[in-house]
């Protein structure tokens, strides 16, 4: 139940927010660049510490790294809720990702200790799983109803759940500690990379790209990626071991989790500013048009195993990257009248993606790469996965803030639509898999990997 709790509020906190957007705006002041950062602060430091977070989980313990992080975790959150600026709520917001790095893989070790049987850790698996997929479910409509009364109580409802959380967690069996290498260069290349990179898309969409801070956080970028590759060829414990992902079926997977969530994740953030900007929407309303697409996810993914047995992997990795295609293209063309339930439907298009894309990806790595590499490979997966939204986030904030928001809007859409078919053409590269695995040991196989997470 800890575990559960644990997602929950990593999930509620990455959803929850876009729908207050607007509210935020009004509130503190700001431009568009400053809303991405609210949405991009939070993902990016998920994303740039994910990686070694088992590594340090290892070190202290996983009952320890869950408290400490669930701790950091409430404090953030009530700092955010209490943010009298733009800038001191962008500063939480780190905090907030951060402290959800730390627990993520430390909350799958959890369920590692406390269901050492296969069969029982699959279906705590299963379970820990629904906690993230009924927050992305609830998110965007209970970020809508709270921010009717004020967007601070998006924050503020952590602090009871965090509670909640570690008093299951103080119930939990003592973790043992473990001597865990630690790649100190890719982590420290692997942030200047990926801080200089949103930093340099984020802040062009208002200085513009020949600006000078802007050049100097992308060529901070570039100098950050290349010392990032080098380092992964030279240490001897490096958290993405290049020659791991020379196979087609190991780095195809990488880059679509990374496509995936541009349209995945950049959509929520266009869609709830064009619904209470242009259509003059409340928080709740613009929660209930995204409900169909959430609940469409949530419905199906137990499914997909059962989908992907009978048509394929291939087949249905792009078939739901074909339905992003047509969702994506179609919204691009909406107008300021365009009725609400049309907008929902075609947003069900981009929602039928997620069940349909990423559990077959993830089953897809994970069974071409080596078992006892299984940890790694889940999290650069999991990593590329959150830079995708970030850019997607910080590209689509750019286009937005540059010129009238429709056009805008249009161009990001469309952006997002042409990299899911690329996407799409490039999955049909994948090879069939040797075996398929049931629920049950699907659920156990990503349970411990996440676990292992960087170790």
């Known amino acids: 139940m800890a575990a559960t709790l644990v997602f929950f509020v990593i999930t509620l906190d990455a959803v929850i927010v876009n729908v207050a957007l607007p509210r935020i705006r009004t509130d503190l002041g700001g431009g568009i660049a400053g809303l991405q950062w609210v949405v991009d602060g939070y993902t990016l430091m998920f994303a740039a510490l994910l990686l070694s977070s088992g590594s340090?989980?290892?070190r202290v313990g996983a009952k320890k790294a869950v408290a400490y992080g669930m701790v950091l975790f409430v404090v953030a959150s009530a700092g955010c809720c209490a943010a009298p600026t733009l800038g001191l709520l962008v500063a939480a917001r780190f905090v907030q990702g951060a402290a959800a790095a730390a627990m993520m893989p430390a909350s799958m070790a959890l369920l590692g200790h406390a269901f050492p049987n296969p069969v029982m850790r699959a279906r705590a698996v299963a379970v820990w799983a629904m906690g993230g997929a009924i927050a992305s479910s609830?998110?965007?409509?209970?970020?809508?109803?709270?921010?009717?009364?004020?967007?601070?109580?998006?924050?503020?409802?952590?602090?009871?759940?965090?509670?909640?959380?570690?008093?299951?967690?103080?119930?939990?069996?003592?973790?043992?500690r473990q001597r865990a290498p630690f790649d100190w260069i890719g982590q420290l290349?692997?942030?200047?990379?990926?801080?200089?990179?949103?930093?340099?898309?984020?802040?062009?969409?208002?200085?513009?790209?020949?600006?000078?801070?802007?050049?100097?956080?992308?060529?901070?970028?570039?100098?950050?990626?290349?010392a990032f590759l080098l380092s992964q060829t030279r240490v001897d414990h490096p958290m993405v071991p290049v020659a791991l992902f020379r196979a087609r079926n190991a780095a195809t997977p990488v880059v679509i989790g990374f496509t995936f969530m541009v349209g995945y994740y950049g959509l929520p953030f266009v869609m709830s500013l064009y619904l209470q900007q242009v259509r003059g929407l409340s928080p709740l309303g613009t929660g209930v048009v995204f409900l169909p697409m959430m609940l469409i996810g949530l419905v199906l993914t137990p499914f997909a195993p059962r989908i992907v047995q009978r048509l394929g992997g291939k087949t249905v990795i792009v078939t739901g990257l074909v339905s992003m295609v047509l969702g994506l293209a179609l919204l691009a063309f909406i107008g300021v009248t365009t009725p609400l339930p049309v907008l929902a439907a075609l947003m069900v298009l981009v929602g039928l993606a997620g069940p349909l894309v990423m559990p077959p990806t993830t089953a897809i790595l994970l069974d071409s790469v080596p078992a006892d590499r299984g940890g790694v490979a889940s999290g650069v997966f999991n990593t590329s996965r959150q830079v995708g939204g970030a850019l997607a986030v910080a590209v689509f904030g750019a286009l937005l803030g540059h010129g009238a928001f429709m056009p805008g809007m249009r161009a990001s859409l469309l952006l997002a639509a042409a990299v899911a078919l690329l996407t799409a053409a490039a999955a049909t590269v994948l090879r069939p898999v040797h075996h398929l695995e049931t629920d049950a040991s699907l659920a156990a196989h990503q349970g411990a990997d996440l676990a292992r997470t960087a170790a």
């Open 189 to 226: 290349t692997g942030v200047l990379a990926m801080g200089g990179l949103t930093f340099g898309v984020i802040e062009a969409g208002d200085r513009g790209f020949t600006s000078p801070p802007v050049l100097v956080a992308l060529g901070t970028a570039v100098v950050g990626i290349v």
């Open 56 to 58: 340090l989980a290892d």
């Open 138 to 176: 609830a998110g965007p409509v209970l970020g809508g109803l709270l921010s009717l009364a004020s967007w601070r109580l998006i924050f503020l409802v952590n602090v009871p759940v965090g509670a909640l959380a570690l008093l299951l967690i103080a119930r939990t069996a003592t973790t043992s």
